[in-house]
Antibody
Framework: QITLKESGPTLVKPTQTLTLTCTFS??????????VGWIRQPPGKALEWLAL???????RYSPSLKSRLTITKDTSKNQVVLAMTNMDPVDTATYYC????????????WGQGTLVTVSS | DIVMTQSPDSLAVSLGERATINCKSS????????????LAWYQQKPGQPPKLLIY???TRKSGVPDRFSGSGSGTDFTLTISSLQAEDVAVYYC?????????FGPGTKVDIK
């Protein structure tokens, strides 16, 4: 059974860097085709894909946010970390991590998500 | 970027009736190398993360009730709930994974009439 769980701060100040960790079980990021992605959802709004990292360390980023994002993996800890710089109140959202396989970008399953509020 | 649109924004259907959601992509998500449409449908209930329902535009994920079906090809796709149940109240999103960047539709809210 694949599970993922997001962790990190619930409140960050504008201009700060947000660091979120996705801890997973039930699969390995050493397995060919496997990846972990990050997706966010502002309150009451739609889903927005942020970044994706694959087993071979291939990294993909949303073009609109690429300059602010860094995704890394630690296969020994079964973790994927997303860093987002220069946080703004418009970045307030629930941040999800999710599993993908087949070297694709469809996500199943998803973590429960973590709500991050950006406010001074 | 491939822009995904959905219609309607919301719909209310009587229990047992059919619900139909449309999704359109700004460019084709059909890959001729494997004859597959890189299109997925997700269901999101209040307070929960999205759940994958359908992938490759029409392949139902194992365990998903067969009242859910997906169809379409190229740029036009449809999610159909053949007989709406109370537990189907949710927001439904389409997503293309032909990308990157990966993009989602704006969502369609389904309610009971």
């Amino acid at each position: 059974q694949i599970t993922l769980k997001e962790s990190g701060p619930t409140l960050v100040k504008p201009t700060q860097t947000l660091t979120l960790t996705c801890t997973f079980s039930g699969f390995s990021l050493n397995t060919s085709g496997v990846g972990v992605g990050w997706i966010r959802q502002p309150p009451g709004k739609a889903l927005e894909w942020l970044a994706l990292i694959y087993w071979n360390d291939d990294k993909r980023y949303s073009p609109s946010l690429k300059s602010r994002l860094t995704i890394t993996k630690d296969t020994s800890k079964n973790q994927v970390v997303l860093a987002m710089t220069n946080m703004d109140p418009v970045d307030t959202a629930t941040y999800y991590c999710a599993h993908t396989d087949g070297y694709l970008g469809r996500f199943d399953p998803w973590g429960q998500g973590t709500l991050v509020t950006v406010s001074s | 970027d491939i822009v995904m649109t959905q219609s309607p924004d919301s719909l209310a259907v009587s229990l047992g009736e059919r619900a139909t959601i449309n999704c359109k992509s700004s460019q084709s998500v059909f890959h001729s190398s494997n004859n597959k449409n890189y299109l997925a449908w997700y269901q999101q209930k209040p307070g929960q993360p999205p759940k994958l329902l359908i992938y490759w535009a029409s392949t139902r994920k194992s365990g998903v009730p067969d009242r859910f079906s997906g169809s379409g090809s190229g740029t036009d796709f449809t999610l159909t709930i053949s007989s709406l149940q109370a537990e189907d109240v949710a927001v439904y999103y389409c997503q293309q994974y032909y990308g990157p960047p990966l993009t989602f539709g704006p969502g369609t809210k389904v309610d009971i009439k």
